[in-house]
Structure formats: C-alpha cells, structure tokens
C-alpha cells in the first residue's frame, strides 16, 4: 500500500552499530503513512539501562512510550539503537526520562507524546516518571498502562 | 426473532477458502438486528498473522475491534477470512493497522470503530496501534482492554 | 427490615421447572426495598447457553448485567430460570443480548440498565456484546468488569 | 500527634461481645485527625456473614467501604462488631447492603460514602450491590476496587 | 505425512447433528499417526453442561482430558458432539465423569487416561473429580492442570 | 444410569435447618456408584466459619477436602450442612481441622482423604493445617492446591 | 546534563543513620530538573512500619507517593530514611498517612501531591488511607495504582 | 473438645509486650491436640523486618514456616512476639534464617520443619533462604510456596 | 570464551529466505560448546502457524522444547526458520508435534528432547500435545511449563 | 550472632566500581555461618545484560542462583558486581549462562549449584538454559520457579 515512504530510511535490515552517547544517536523517522488519521502508536521497551552518575552503578528501566503521529513517526530499529546508548551514559531517573520525551518530541513533532520511565526498585523504593505533552486529539485514547505492557518475554 | 436478516450471507455455515490477498477479501455484512438501540460489539482475534516486506519474515498480532453498528453489522466468518487474507501480505504494523479500520469502517459505516493492534516484540520493542474514528453515542462504552480479551485459549 | 415486599414472590424456595422457551420465562419482580436510594446492582451468571439456529451446535457465554433499580428488582431465582430458558433454543449472539436487555427493561422498568454478553469463541474469535439505556443517576457507578465478574468457581 | 482523640473510645484494646443484632451494636466514632483536609478511607472486610430469612442457609460477602471523613470517623473495632452482629440475623442482599450504609452514614456524617457488598454465589449467580450518597470533595478518589481489595490473606 | 489416516472419518468437516443421548453418540476414531512414539494428548472442553435429575436444573463444568494413544485416537469432532449429547440428560456429578472416562477408554483403549470434571459451585460447594486409569509410559507426563486449561476465550 | 443409589438421600433437594453443633450434623453418605474404579474427588467449601473459644469472635477459613470414596460418598448438602453446624461452635484452627477430617474419615472410611484448612489471618500471620490419612491408591493424584480451589466467585 | 542541581544533596552515596523520630528526619530536595516541564512522579514504599500507640504492636503499610514537581523534588535517600524513622513511633493508620503528606507537601511544595496508605489487615479488615492536594496540571495523570506498585520484590 | 490443653498459656487474649531482642522472647508451646495424627501446620508471617548490622538500614523479609507436630505446637502470638523481637536487632539474611528455625526446632521438637525466608530486595537481588530439617512422615506433604501464601492483605 | 564453534554457521546475522516446506528447512546445528555439562535448553515460539488440510483454514499453536545436549545445539534462527516454514503446510495438530520432534532429534541426536504444542481452540475445544524422548540426565529438570513460558510479549 | 565471618569481606559498604570484564571480577565468598545444617540460598537477578558478539547488539536476562552451601557462601554484592561486568562483554545466552554457573562453583565449592538464565525473546524465540550439578542433599528442596522470582520491582 504506502511501502515508498519506508525507502529512505538507513537503518532497518543492515547491522547498524549502537551509539556511543544518547547525543550521537540519530532518531530516524518516516513519513506518516495515514496523516489523515489520528491513531495512538506505543512502543515498550523493557531493554533499558543507564549508569548512576553518582555510584557508577548500572541501572535498569521499562520505558513506555504513546504518542499521537503528526507528520513523522519514529522508525523503531532507529529507537532501538538510540534507547542502546544509554547503556553507559551517567544520568538520573527524572532527567533521563524527561530527556527521551524531549529527544522524541523533537525528531516526530507527534500531536501528543507521553514517556513513561518504570525504574527498579533502589533503596527499597521504586521510581516511575510519567512526562506528557500536547493534546489527545479526539478519537484517540491510549490503552492502560499495566498487564498488556511487554516486558521482554520474562513475564 | 430476526432470523431473516441472516438469510443472504453467502459464507457462514459453507465451506470457504481464504482469500488470497486482503484486496480480494469481501467483508459480508448483514442488517443491525436492532436498529432501535445503540451498542457495542467486540471482536477479539488472537489469530492474525502478516509477511514483513522488507526481511520477509512472518509479523503475529492480536487485532480486538470495537464499533457501534451502523446501518450494518460485519459476518463474523467474512471478518475471519479477511483476517486470514493477510497471511502472505507483505505490510507494516501502523499501515496494517489503518488499512483493517478503513476496510470495516467502509463495510459497515458504523457510528463508532475502533481497531487495536497488538503486535509481537520485535527486537525487544513491542509496537501497539489504536486507530478510531465516530463518536461514542450515548450509553456506548466499550469494555476495557485486557484480561477480558481472548488468546486463542493459550492464556 | 423490608421482609414483607418478598412475600408474593412464587418462585423462590420452591421446585420450580426451567420455562421451554425465553417466551414463556416469567421475569418476576419485586418492590424495591430503598426507594429513596439510588443504587447498582450487578448479576454474573456465567452458566448461560444456547443453540446456534444455522448450525445447531451449542454456544456459551457469561452475562453480566448492572442496573440502577427503579420501582421493582427482579427476583434473582426467576432470572436464572429465565437464563435457563435459552439452553434448546436458536439465536444468535447480538440478537440475543439485545433481547435479554428488552426483558429486563420490561420487567423492571430500570433507570439504567446494561447487560453484558461475553460469548466463547468461536472460529478463533470471540464476540462480547455491550446493550445499555438509561442514565445513571448521580451516585450510580457499576463495578468495572474485569477480574471481580463471577465465572462459576471455575477460575 | 493528635493521640486525645482516642481516648473516650471504650472498645479498643478491651474484650468486648459481639452484638446480638445489628440493632444493638453502636457505631462508635470517634474526631476527625485532620479536618482541614479532605481524604478517603477505604475498609475491606472479608469476613462477613448472614443468614437468608427464607431459607435459613448463611450467606457470605465481602464488604468494601469508602469514605471521605466529615466530623467524626468510624472506630475500625467498633465496625468490626457490627459486621459481626449480622452474623445470626435473617436479612437479603440489596437491603443489607443498603442497611449498612445507613448506619454508617448516620453514625459518621461523612462528605462521602460508598458501600459495596460483593456477595457469593448462589444459584450459579454472584450479586454485588454498590451504594453510594455524597458528593466526592476535590482532591477525593476512592481507589479502583479489584486486585487491591482485601480477601482474608487467602488470595 | 500421514493424512490417509483421517479419511474414513464421517464427521469432520461436516454439518452433523448433536446426538440426543451420550448412549446415541459415536466416539468416532482415527489410527495413531505414530504408533511408535508414545505421547500425551489433552484435550480441554469448557462447554459441558447437563441436567441435575433430581432438581430439573442444569449443572456445567469443564472437562478436562488426558490421554497417552494406545492404536487409535479420538477425533475431536466426535469428542465435541459426544460431550454436546449430555446437555439435556440427568446425571450426578461423580457418576457422569467416570462414565466419560469408561467411553473414551472403550473407544480407544488407549495406555493411559485421565478424565477430570471440574464441576461448577452449587450450594457455595465447588466438586472436582479425576478419574484415570493406565500407566503412564516412560517420557510421558501430562501437563500441569492450572492456567495452561482453556476456558472459551473467557478467562 | 446409577440412580437408584441416591434413593435413600433425606437431604437433598429438601428444606433442611442447619445443625446447631457440629456433634449434631449428620455426614449422610451414599453408595459409590463406581466402586471398580479409583478416583479422587475435591470439595471446595469457602464458606466455613467457627468462633474462638478465648475470645469470642468469628474465624474464617476455606476448607479443602480431597478423598478416594471407598464403600460411600458423602452427600454434598449433608457436608455443607456439616460444615455450616461450626457458625457459632467454639473451636481453634488446628484441633479443627483435625475434627473435620475424623468426621469425614469415620462416615466414608475412604481410602484416602486430606482435609485442608486455610484460616484467614489473626495478627498479621495466616494458619494453613494439611491433615491426611490414608495411602493414595495407583492412579490417584489430588489437583494442586492454588488458582484452581473456589473462593465463592469473589475472586 | 543536569548534575549540578545534585551536588548540594548531603545524604546520597553516604552511610547516614536513620533519624529515631519522624519530626527529627530532614526531607531534603534538589531543584526540579525540568521546570518547564510538568510530569509526575510516584515513589512506591513497601517497606514501612510503626507502632500501634494503644497495643505497642508493630503496623505494616505500603505508601505510594505520586506528585507534580514544583521548584524542589525530595531526594529519594532522604524519603527512605524520613520514612524508616517511624519504626518505632507510635502512630494511628489515617492520621500518619496524613502527617507523610503534610511533611512532604512542606518540604517540596509540588503542584498536586497524593499520599496513600495501604495498611496491613488488623482484625480481618485493611486501611486505605488517600490523602491529595493540588490540582493535576494538564498533561498530567498518575498512573493508575495496581499491579504496577512495587511490593518489595516479593510478589 | 480439647480446651484445656490452651489453659496454661499466659500470652493468648492479654496484652504483652514485644521483647526487645531475639534472645528475650519466649516460644511458648502446648500440647499437640491430636498428637495421633500427623499432620502439617503452615504459618505465614508477612510482617518481618530486622536491622543489617553493617549498615543500619531495615531489613524486610516474609516467613514461611511448615512443620509437622511432635509433643508440642507453638502457640501463634508467642510466634509473633518472637518474630517481633527482630525489629531492632542486627542480623544477616542466612543467619537469621536459620536462627529461627533453630528457636523454633528448641521449642517444639517437631517431627519436620521448614523455615524459609523470603528477603525483600537490596541491590537489584533478593535473597531466598530455605532451611529443613527432620522428616516427613507419610501422609504429610507441606502446601506449595507461592500464590496460597498470605502477604499482609496487601496482594 | 568458545566463539569458534559459531564460525561455520550460516543463516544468524544474514538475511535468509523462509524455506517453503518443511521438508526443505536445514535445522542448523553446532557444537556444544560445554560438552562436560549436562544442561537443559527451552526454546519457546508462540510465533507458530499451519493450515489445516481439511478446510484450509489456518490453525495456531505455541511450541516449547525442552532438551539436554548431546553433540550439538539447535542454532536460533535455523529452528525459527524451520518453523515458519509451516505457514503454508497443510498438517493435523497431533502429526504436527510429532513431526517437529522428529526433526529435532535428527539434527541434533540430543539426550533428552521434549517437543509440546498447545494449539489454539477450535470447535470450543483446545488440543496440547506433548511428545518426550530419551532421559532425563541427573541434574536435568526442565523448567515447568506455565507463567515462565513466552508469549509473543502479548500476555 | 555470627557476625565476625564477615569482617574480612572488602566490598560490603563500600563503593567499588564494576569489573571491567567478567574475567577481572572477583567472587569474594564469607565461611558458612551454619556449616552443621543443609539448607538453600536463592539469589534472583533480573538486572543483567550482555552484549551478542555477533550483532553487537544488547541481550537481556534474568539470571536465579539456587545453591546448598559447603564452607562458603558467595558476598552478594560481590556476585552484583560479577553480573555487571558482563555488561560490554560478548557472548552467547548458553555458553553464558554455563559460564556463571563455572564461577560460582569454583568461588564457593557448593554441594549443589543451579543456576538458570531466563532470556528475553529474540527472533519471536526465548531461550531459558538450566545449568545443574551437585546432588540436593537429604532436606534440601529449592523454591519453585516462577512468581517467588524477582523482576526488579516491575512486576
Ligand atoms: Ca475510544
Ligand atoms: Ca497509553
Ligand atoms: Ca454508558
Ligand atoms: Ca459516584
Ligand atoms: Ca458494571
Ligand atoms: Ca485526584
Ligand atoms: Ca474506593
Ligand atoms: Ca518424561
Ligand atoms: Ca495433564
Ligand atoms: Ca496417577
Ligand atoms: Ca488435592
Ligand atoms: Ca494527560
Ligand atoms: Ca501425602
Ligand atoms: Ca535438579
Ligand atoms: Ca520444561
Ligand atoms: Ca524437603
């Protein structure tokens, strides 16, 4: 049907190396297939992890992400990857999750954008952040956060 | 009571094949057996399966729909075998996704429709599409989405 | 308290044969015991079965209704036989959960009624049917459906 | 803290009699902590019991209570009591439920109050019945009722 | 592979009506496809429904078989329309699960069979019971009974 | 098929008062209607509830039965009517338990038997006693303890 | 990123003692990361216990904390040990889930803040306390509290 | 029927102090009630929490205790002042394990016990200590460790 | 570590085409890499699919082997591989399993090899097989077969 | 109690970085404080990753450690710091998981040791690997695999 606007993109079906630093990676996006229509699109990713700035330690994450397209939609190897770069990037809970809401919002330029960080527990205390932006257009409503969120097969 | 209405399908209750592609599949439908009142159907369908187009690999979703009958409700073996039409169809995850909620919204005009595609993770990510169009007429809520939808009985 | 509102019912506490057809089902009723008080009254009957008419294979379904009372409740002996009623006879699924809801509607004369018709699937794929009228009063919220519906001790 | 308003309570931490009936058990209160602020108090109680007054058969429920404080709030021992008073006592589903909203809503006055009473099986058939006054203050939501709920540590 | 082996069945794949008795129904089956492997067949039925001869009223349950073939293997739609013939017949819980346990076990004698009968609550009471006989041969072990079951898509 | 066997029943499908004390309940039994075949069958009883002798308030539990019938079975309104003669007897958890398991063991002499009762929590900690007598017979395994045991349809 | 906003915290990444009493804890905050941004924050505690001022018996309870930022976020250390300081503070269900949100209410000033409290059964009945104040901002909406709180690893 | 075997227990129905350490608490015991029936009690305590020596931070655990009776049973509130008498004492996950199953082995004597200690989180690991020790004799097997165990009413 | 052993392998890391029979599929093996260790292996793939000779129609199934190693492993993406090649495979679910044991055992000439489909419902009914070979090695359990198994991430 | 076997471990309390390679990390153990009782220590990790030396992209595991000490326990925060040195290490999911297993049994010289790698899905596939060697001494039975695990807090 719509297959010319998946052309450009240079990431899916090659081996493409995980960047370095959440600043190096490139969130590709393509052009929305049906701008015509407002829909909900969610991508969780239970394979997420970061390092303590401050005790070097690693620490781990679900990230769920609902947004509405405006004229872009993230190609999903390409969040992958940038999602990868954390992996030895310093940051705290807060901050990085704020930060992937901001770096998502920049690439798509989405209607609607909300990142959910589910961190594991430190200290006996879990911590969740919930950052959202713009507005539900009518006729669209994500779906629960909860049971139908994927956590890598591991349930 | 208004078993006429029935009367015409073409496929329930006969042996059918599939349909080769989604274009040649014909989404049967029958008259609202109660024009007089506004409500809601589900239909849950664990059992859907694509071809990706660019690596050629088969894509697995769970497709719940939702809609508030129109002139017309949808056969439910026609919706089977449309279903099944998307066997050996190379398609991606939002097209997909669009395509079926344009394909019903044009078979029935229903005064609600909501598709929720439920894909399987791919590299780690697992991609969830909720398209929706209509407004909900009064005293039409739609079940949540959850442990109320169906599996295939492999729950 | 209210015992004497109870006192003409027929059904209750006696042997009582299961009607042939929904059509001879008696819906009894009986006065609301708090008519000042709005308020929501739930029934799970996962026990209700009937005949498919073109097939003549049995189907199955749980029916959860939720009602505000108006002057009278229905009696919940004469609703399991009225449920009861449908095992031999031909419908089908969205037919007959409007039907269940038009005898309830009669019967009681409910300021908000919603009956809920989870049907097992079939051809892989499951049908739940939504009927709901009126409008619930202030104070009125049904339970969610989900984990807190009865399935028979079955779970 | 705000330990004086305890003292005149006569039942906690003594060894005191279940009431007969629930006509003799009193609701005992005792001042609201914090009547600058407007919350919601949730009482999960599993272990309730009564008798049908037809056929002389117990019957069992669990019953959730919300509410958001006005003057006075229930003493939990002094609620314990009177749930135990049902014990002996013929009563049906609806009016029970709605008998124990009454006294609470007199022996407290609340802003709010919400009783559910989700009864066992009978006949194949589960009854719940919700009853709720009041009007929920700004900043007031109950909690959803489900997985929460408390079953007795038999979960 | 070995498709010859299912063509003398009169069953599949045609319109066939339920049998009114279980005395009338044919357990129809097939040869074993691999004599020379032993394996385990479960078979999970949550459509069983008969009638209590003594109140008139109808009872349900789930069925649950095990079976380790011997020569020959029951064919499903036959297993189907066998289990659909109980629906207006009068049986007692215990008795009516062992006597599905002697059918399949006269139908295909197979090395090992277990039937279990997991009846609905009457009287606030749920009744199970397993009926197996055989031995189980080396490298055969049935799978757990538990969430793996099916319930009609219904869970 | 093996009607005659229930013939002598004076319970079932009567009005019959609760006994007062538990010395009072008869276990009424009838003959085994397949005493060729081994087989095990479960009670699931979520309505049980005794006083505490020392301080006078009701105890909860859900009692599991599981037996190979040798010569008779125990009628199951007989049991309930058993089990519900404890509502206002003094006893304490494992002395209970125990006595059940006499009074079945004594009215069935059952090859093998296991009563199971999951008292609800006093002080912060729940009481499970397993009391079992008997040898499980070739062919004669009980289903797990866990999600399969009914809770009253309020789970 | 933002790391400097850390440098001033006294408790992170040090052994510190817990203080003996509540009123001695100094909930120390760090300034809001992203202050143009409005997102909320929920801090789930599972390990929490007091002292029942009456019986000197241990209370156990779950605290969930969910919050809009304002110019100070509480550092999650500090949160632990304020709240390990009540370990051996006598204290009363509704008014210490009050007293958590009043102290984190003065210590951070966020927007919109809501303390519940799921206490441990006592007497076979739980408290849920909900405490909240403020005015969610738009665009932002806690999660829903559930299956997604943590309960200390031991689910 | 075999009350006065509870007559010397000085605990059970009066208010006791916790001992302030491990050492101070006294098991108290009474006779087994049916010391000719083997049979096996579970005791499930969610609320347990200790001190790391190393750290001074709080320790959390749930304690799961099966045993078979010999002469003497613990008596449960004796239990839970032991359990108590952690709450300020320095201890390790494995020692302490193992040291209340020896306290409990001293007291009791029994013919089987299992002590298992399920630890609450620290450094994104939990720790799960099971120590046993005598023999089950025949006819006693403990219930599975898993959804039947009690968590405070907090699942 | 044992890197070399993956060198001759030659579909992981490429772009390979589905085989279009099973027949034609390679299930590419190589080297154990701990051949001194017996160990156990579950591959488990909810991404499974045939077509049913008889009508056509598509059935689905998850598939979950558990087996030692003897010489050689399975490699991932050939087994994958192997068993997309089923899409368009007209196969009956019982010779199906079997089949796909087969397979396995030839290519690999594993120790112990278990092979269980859990097909999906049809005709109410769901169909598991399980087919189990060779012996179990000391110190080899597979994992049990439930909550741990994967499903498409859609659980 | 036994607290002086700790006292020469040099990483408790302290901030020591992760090892570089899991080849530099070193296991440090502390003496069995009970060496005169068998009994079974489960560790659950869920915060582990590696990298596929082949794409070079992350893998994902959850690693559970269940082993009866001989003369030393692994220092969990040792065996932390073991796991995240793996974290920029390549290698493949069995080869991995047996190579954990290598460590902890040279570092601690268990009488029984199995360590279990539960992957997250790749290709639509999980892969479980179960590494077991030692003999379970008399009293010794390991926790049940499953919902007693540990996911980090986001179950
Ligand atoms: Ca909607
Ligand atoms: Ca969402
Ligand atoms: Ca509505
Ligand atoms: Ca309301
Ligand atoms: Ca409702
Ligand atoms: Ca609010
Ligand atoms: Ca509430
Ligand atoms: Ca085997
Ligand atoms: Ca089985
Ligand atoms: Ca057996
Ligand atoms: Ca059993
Ligand atoms: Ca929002
Ligand atoms: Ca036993
Ligand atoms: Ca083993
Ligand atoms: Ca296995
Ligand atoms: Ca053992």
Same mark, same amino acid.
């Given at each position: 049907?719509?297959? *010319?606007?998946?052309?450009?993109?240079?990431?899916?079906?090659?081996?493409?190396?995980?960047?370095? @630093?959440?600043?190096?990676?490139?969130?590709?996006?393509? !052009?929305?297939?049906?701008?015509? =229509?407002?829909?909900?699109? @969610?991508?969780? %990713?239970?394979?997420?992890? =970061?390092?303590? !700035?401050?005790?070097?330690? !690693?620490?781990?994450?679900?990230?769920?992400?609902?947004?509405?397209?405006? &004229? @872009?939609?993230?190609?999903? *190897? %390409?969040?992958?990857?940038?999602?990868?770069?954390?992996?030895?990037?310093?940051?705290?809970?807060? %901050?990085?999750?704020?930060?992937?809401?901001?770096?998502?919002?920049? %690439?798509?330029?989405? *209607?609607?954008?909300?990142?959910?960080?589910?961190?594991?527990?430190?200290?006996?205390?879990?911590?969740?952040?919930?950052?959202?932006?713009?507005?539900? &257009? !009518?006729?669209?409503?994500?779906?629960?956060?909860?049971?139908?969120?994927? @956590?890598?097969?591991?349930?």
């Amino acid at each position: 049907m719509t297959e *010319k606007i998946y052309e450009q993109l240079s990431l899916l079906g090659k081996k493409v190396e995980t960047p370095e @630093r959440p600043e190096d990676a490139v969130l590709e996006t393509f !052009p929305n297939p049906h701008p015509d =229509t407002d829909y909900v699109v @969610r991508l969780t %990713a239970p394979e997420f992890t =970061t390092i303590c !700035p401050i005790t070097g330690q !690693p620490d781990f994450a679900v990230i769920v992400v609902d947004y509405v397209p405006g &004229p @872009r939609l993230v190609e999903s *190897k %390409a969040f992958k990857l940038f999602l990868g770069s954390f992996r030895n990037h310093g940051t705290f809970h807060e %901050a990085c999750t704020v930060y992937i809401h901001k770096r998502l919002q920049e %690439a798509m330029d989405p *209607k609607y954008l909300r990142v959910v960080g589910l961190w594991y527990a430190r200290g006996g205390i879990t911590i969740d952040v919930v950052v959202e932006t713009g507005t539900l &257009p !009518p006729n669209c409503t994500p779906l629960p956060i909860g049971r139908t969120s994927y @956590r890598g097969g591991r349930e």
